[in-house]
C-alpha cells in the first residue's frame, strides 16, 4: 500500500513538473518581439501584434516601419503633393514631417500620435498598421469642434524603392528617396515657419 501512495505521488509530481514547463515554453514562444527582434516575456502571451507602435513612447521599439525609414526624406517628383512636397519619417514623438521650401515662403510641420493641436484646431492620429514596410494610420479631423468632422485613412507602402500613399478619399501620389538635407546644421531654419511639429534631421 505504501509504494502504491509513493507511485501515486511521484506521478502526480512528475505530471505537474512537465505541465509546468510546457506552459512556460508556450508563453515564451508567443511572448511580443520588438522590431529588433528581442522578444517581452513579461508582457504576456499572445503575439506582437498586440503591441502596438508608438514613437511618442517607449512603444517605438515596437515601430517597424518607421525604425527601418527612420529619417529618411521623399520627396514628389511630379508635385502633384504640392502643399508639402517632401516629407521625413522619423522614429520620435512627431513621426512624419512636412517640408514646403521654396525662394519665397517655406513651411514645416509635423503630426505625432494621439491628440495634435495647433492654433486652436485639433486632429487625433492612431497608427492601424506597422510593417517594415507598410504604415498606415487613422487621421480624425476635429477643427475647432469637439465632435469628429472627417475621418481618414492614410496608407504609405514602399515597392521598388519608391513610396506609395494613398488616403481613403481617393489621393494617390508616388514619392522617390530624396537626397535633400533638412538638418538643421545644413540649412538656415531661421527663414522657415515652423508650425506645429516641425522636426529637422539629425547631421
Keep these: 500500500m505504501k509504494k502504491l501512495f509513493l ?5 502526480i509530481i512528475s505530471s505537474c513538473i512537465k505541465s509546468d514547463i510546457v506552459q512556460y515554453g508556450k508563453r515564451n514562444t508567443n511572448a511580443p518581439r520588438d522590431a529588433s527582434g528581442l522578444q517581452y516575456s513579461g508582457l504576456g502571451g499572445g503575439d ?3 503591441i502596438i507602435c508608438n514613437p511618442a513612447t517607449l512603444g517605438r521599439k515596437f515601430c517597424r516601419f518607421l525604425r527601418k525609414y527612420d529619417n529618411t526624406i521623399w520627396t ?3 508635385n502633384y503633393y504640392s502643399d508639402f512636397s517632401d516629407i521625413q519619417f522619423l522614429n520620435d514623438i512627431y513621426f512624419i514631417s512636412f517640408f514646403k521650401i521654396d525662394k519665397d515662403v517655406s513651411y514645416c510641420k509635423g503630426w505625432r500620435p494621439g491628440e495634435n493641436n495647433y492654433d486652436g484646431i485639433k486632429w487625433n492620429i ?5 510593417e517594415e ?11 475647432t469642434s469637439n465632435e469628429i468632422e472627417y475621418s481618414m485613412l492614410y496608407k504609405y507602402e514602399v515597392i521598388d524603392s519608391l ?8 489621393q494617390n501620389f508616388i514619392f ?3 537626397g535633400k538635407n ?5 540649412i538656415d531654419t531661421r527663414e522657415i515657419i515652423k508650425l506645429e511639429g516641425c522636426t529637422f534631421s539629425e547631421l
Design 7 to 11: 507511485l501515486l505521488l511521484s506521478f
Design 48 to 50: 506582437d501584434k498586440l
Design 76 to 78: 514628389d517628383a511630379e
Design 126 to 130: 492612431e497608427i492601424k498598421r506597422d
Design 133 to 143: 514596410d507598410i504604415f498606415w494610420f487613422d487621421y480624425d479631423y476635429y477643427g
Design 163 to 170: 513610396l506609395h500613399f494613398s488616403s481613403s478619399d481617393d
Design 176 to 178: 522617390i528617396p530624396s
Design 182 to 186: 533638412y538638418s538643421e546644421g545644413f
